[in-house]
């Protein structure tokens, strides 16, 4: 039986990506893989795999102390983190050498957006080391609800009933948007503008006291909820209309595969990386102007079910089935690497 120890500290903090990716992924492979694996979760034991899903410096120390295969998730890049953190100068240099250590300390690479393929390339970091993955999220826990339940769901978030309803989920960072979110919002008083999220990461997150003044000064029309339990979440996508996130930069969202399985419009703004995951499932805008005119497009019924419709048909590509051969067949190439080697007396393998 081959044996995969994932490794994660993302519920350090909550309401981010990462915790959910690494639910969702783990959740897959425990039912998915079949009996003769067995996947455990921060575990101690000998392992033949060890997957890791965050960077802690622990783990960076085990990984060096083992001769386990070495799987890495990249979530994020240093030019990501420089958009998402704010720290000192020197700190964030040293950051962004120890995010790129720790990448080439792994034997295989996980992305979850190919357009990072090269970006790592550029780095040092060989091709052959970098597999695509995309991110998954069951749709056993997103999924659309029928009228009256999404009333319901209102009801409970306090949204008007009668409606058009923009949600927005994720950390309040400048790289996320909500700067724009709020100047959209101002263009659309007759929209309800929902933002669930807040500050994961406190004081360094980044554009911390601009957004905190803003906050100050919201419009009328916005409505802050902080962070809102990921088991509550799908009740809070079917209540609004359309899914709405401006960020400057992603990978691969998990917020728009939850929007996507809850049947939602998406609109994002116009990025490269977005093309080669999901494209034609999405609407796009360059800019605020390009955002409000979009949505007020969007409250006709007829084009808001066409947008619903791409949503939906983006679900299919990432379907449950499809995202778990990805992982068998990753695991699979990694085991003549991860059969257990003789070891001398007294060697411990992490």
């Not at 990506?17 to 003769?36: D, H, M, N």
């Not at 085990?62 to 001769?67: E, G, K, L």
């Not at 808001?304 to 190439?333: I, P």
Request: glycine share 6%; net charge neutral; hydrophobic share 40%.
């Amino acid at each position: 039986m081959v044996r995969i120890n994932m490794l994660s500290r993302a519920g350090m903090t909550k309401g981010h990506g990462v915790l959910s990716a690494f639910e969702e992924q783990t959740k897959l492979v425990s039912e998915g893989l079949g009996p003769e694996y067995q996947v455990l979760v921060n575990s101690w034991k000998k392992a033949d795999i060890l997957h890791f899903h965050t960077i802690n410096p622990t783990f960076l120390l085990r990984s060096w102390c083992s001769s386990a295969v070495k799987v890495g998730y990249v979530h994020f890049l240093p030019q990501t983190l420089e958009g998402s953190i704010r720290l000192p100068g020197l700190v964030q240099k040293m950051l962004c050498w120890y995010v790129l250590l720790f990448y080439r300390s792994m034997d295989k690479l996980i992305v979850v957006n190919p357009s990072f393929i090269p970006q790592l390339e550029a780095c040092g970091i060989p091709a052959e080391k970098i597999e695509y993955i995309p991110n998954f999220v069951d749709d056993e826990q997103f999924f659309p609800l029928d009228e009256q339940e999404r009333l319901a769901c209102r009801r409970q978030f306090g949204l008007d009933p009668d409606g058009f309803v923009v949600l927005c989920a994720g950390q309040m960072q400048k790289r996320k948007g909500f700067l724009d979110f709020l100047e959209t919002a101002r263009r659309c008083p007759e929209m309800q503008f929902v933002w669930a999220g807040g500050f994961s990461f406190g004081k360094i997150t980044d554009g911390y006291d601009e957004i905190r003044q803003a906050v100050q000064q919201l419009p009328a029309n916005v409505k802050l909820t902080g962070i809102v339990p990921r088991e509550q979440m799908n009740q809070l996508y079917n209540a609004a209309d359309v899914f709405f996130l401006p960020s400057y930069d992603e990978l691969f969202p998990m917020t728009l595969l939850e929007s996507m399985c809850c049947r939602k419009p998406i609109l994002v703004r116009d990025l490269e990386l977005y093309r080669c995951i999901l494209d034609g499932y999405y609407t796009a805008a360059a800019d605020v102007d390009g955002f409000a005119r979009e949505l007020r497009t969007m409250t006709d019924p007829a084009v808001c079910a066409a947008a619903a419709d791409r949503s939906a048909q983006g679900h299919q590509r990432y379907t449950k089935a499809a995202v778990l051969s990805y992982w068998k067949n990753c695991y699979a190439s990694l085991l003549p690497q991860a059969r257990p080697v003789p070891q001398a007396r007294g060697d411990v393998r992490l």
